[in-house]
């Protein structure tokens, strides 16, 4: 491995970029060089990043990645997000001039200033880093741990001169780096690689906007809210999908934005009414996809959609939009996150 010595990669027929010590992998080198290397979760889960080597050494980060079917190894493909070039290296890929990042990915060290529990496993952390905080609404980051794992995290918060990086992190049960941010206490410093995705607000459009999150994807929807929500003439139904009444969360962060209430509404949905933790719940229920479809069904068709959440539920929002709803592509915002 070569990881101190910068490489000169080049992709065939789309130009080059270099690998320096910093870079993570071939995709964040790429991007960092502004080349629209097409990708979605940065963590080997989609396989959006597929590349092929056609030259040169490269090392695998994660050899049994899931983004790579037995097709694609057979096909010798690499994923770009788990791949660093070992030296000067040519690949083969088809560039998409939409995943050129609008901000360009930075690497820096951030410092823990405080953490607050928003339920029993998901906990809010705030980080300072030394210059501005810039990203778009939607967007994540790779956080580094001291031990070395890489992490990808939406931002809760919107981009901000101060330098504040906000996170809203579920803590798994087992899950090394989500219990290692846990067991953080204020002043811990760790890294930062972004930001990073291609889901994020898209501020021309003065549809109606529709965020759903479950779980985990709180943070970017609460994001997206906070920057359409400053806007009490845009139209905003946030749906937060949790297991049981325990998990619900969000209203708080949205609850001071001009609006609230009237054209930003917000619909808590609990999906295991059988669980104790929901004993007395009275609202939504059922799985928040279905309850989406209830509740929007055909206004769906005229607004920007945004979701972030488990697999499961991101699998069953996109046949609902897509297939059932013939929701136009272009107003359908999610990156597969794993
Ligand atoms: Fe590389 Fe998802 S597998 S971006």
């Given at each position: 491995?070569?990881?101190?010595?910068?490489?000169?990669?080049?992709?065939?027929?789309?130009?080059?970029?270099?690998?320096?010590?910093?870079?993570?992998?071939?995709?964040q080198?790429?991007?960092?060089?502004?080349?629209?290397?097409?990708?979605?979760?940065?963590?080997?889960g989609?396989g959006?990043c597929?590349?092929?080597v056609?030259?040169?050494?490269?090392?695998?980060?994660?050899?049994?990645?899931?983004?790579l079917?037995?097709?694609d190894?057979?096909?010798?493909?690499?994923?770009?997000?788990?791949?660093?070039?070992?030296g000067?290296?040519?690949?083969?890929?088809?560039?998409?001039?939409?995943?050129?990042?609008?901000?360009?990915?930075?690497?820096?060290?951030?410092?823990?200033?405080?953490?607050?529990?928003?339920?029993?496993?998901?906990?809010?952390?705030?980080f300072?880093?030394?210059?501005?905080?810039?990203?778009?609404?939607g967007?994540?980051?790779i956080?580094?741990?001291?031990?070395?794992?890489?992490?990808?995290?939406?931002?809760?918060?919107?981009?901000?001169?101060?330098?504040?990086?906000?996170?809203?992190?579920?803590?798994?049960?087992?899950?090394?780096?989500?219990?290692?941010l846990?067991?953080?206490?204020?002043?811990?410093?760790?890294?930062?690689?972004?930001?990073?995705?291609?889901?994020?607000?898209?501020?021309?459009?003065?549809?109606?906007?529709v965020?759903?999150?479950?779980?985990?994807?709180?943070?970017?929807?609460?994001?997206i809210?906070?920057?359409?929500?400053?806007?009490?003439?845009?139209?905003?139904?946030?749906?937060?999908?949790?297991?049981?009444?325990?998990?619900?969360?969000?209203?708080?962060?949205?609850?001071?934005?001009?609006?609230?209430g009237?054209?930003?509404?917000?619909?808590?949905?609990?999906?295991?009414l059988?669980?104790?933790?929901?004993?007395?719940?009275?609202g939504l229920?059922?799985?928040?996809?279905?309850?989406?479809?209830r509740?929007q069904?055909?206004?769906?068709?005229?607004?920007?959609?945004?979701?972030a959440?488990?697999?499961?539920?991101?699998e069953?929002?996109?046949?609902?939009?897509?297939?059932?709803?013939?929701?136009?592509?272009?107003?359908?915002?999610?990156?597969?996150?794993?």
């Amino acid at each position: 491995a070569a990881d101190d010595r910068a490489a000169v990669v080049t992709v065939e027929g789309g130009g080059s970029f270099v690998q320096g010590a910093g870079d993570a992998s071939l995709l964040q080198a790429a991007l960092r060089g502004g080349l629209g290397l097409p990708y979605e979760c940065s963590s080997g889960g989609c396989g959006s990043c597929r590349i092929q080597v056609v030259e040169g050494e490269v090392e695998s980060l994660w050899p049994e990645a899931p983004g790579l079917s037995p097709r694609d190894r057979r096909k010798g493909l690499q994923l770009a997000c788990q791949t660093r070039a070992c030296g000067n290296a040519t690949i083969k890929v088809t560039l998409d001039g939409h995943c050129v990042p609008k901000v360009p990915p930075r690497v820096m060290h951030l410092t823990l200033v405080s953490a607050r529990d928003l339920t029993r496993d998901i906990r809010e952390f705030r980080f300072a880093a030394p210059g501005p905080a810039e990203f778009i609404a939607g967007q994540y980051a790779i956080l580094r741990l001291p031990d070395g794992l890489r992490r990808c995290y939406s931002m809760s918060n919107l981009p901000n001169a101060e330098g504040y990086w906000e996170f809203q992190i579920k803590r798994v049960p087992g899950g090394k780096a989500s219990n290692g941010l846990f067991d953080m206490a204020p002043g811990a410093v760790i890294g930062l690689d972004g930001p990073y995705g291609l889901a994020h607000l898209v501020a021309e459009s003065a549809r109606p906007v529709v965020c759903i999150a479950g779980g985990s994807g709180l943070a970017p929807m609460v994001s997206i809210a906070r920057a359409v929500g400053a806007d009490p003439a845009r139209q905003l139904d946030f749906f937060y999908g949790g297991r049981t009444a325990a998990d619900v969360c969000g209203e708080a962060h949205l609850a001071g934005l001009p609006g609230f209430g009237d054209t930003l509404r917000y619909h808590p949905v609990v999906s295991s009414l059988d669980d104790p933790l929901s004993a007395g719940w009275t609202g939504l229920s059922g799985f928040v996809h279905e309850v989406v479809g209830r509740h929007q069904g055909d206004r769906l068709r005229e607004a920007e959609i945004y979701f972030a959440g488990p697999p499961p539920m991101a699998e069953a929002l996109q046949r609902l939009l897509m297939l059932d709803l013939k929701v136009p592509f272009g107003q359908i915002h999610y990156d597969r996150f794993f």
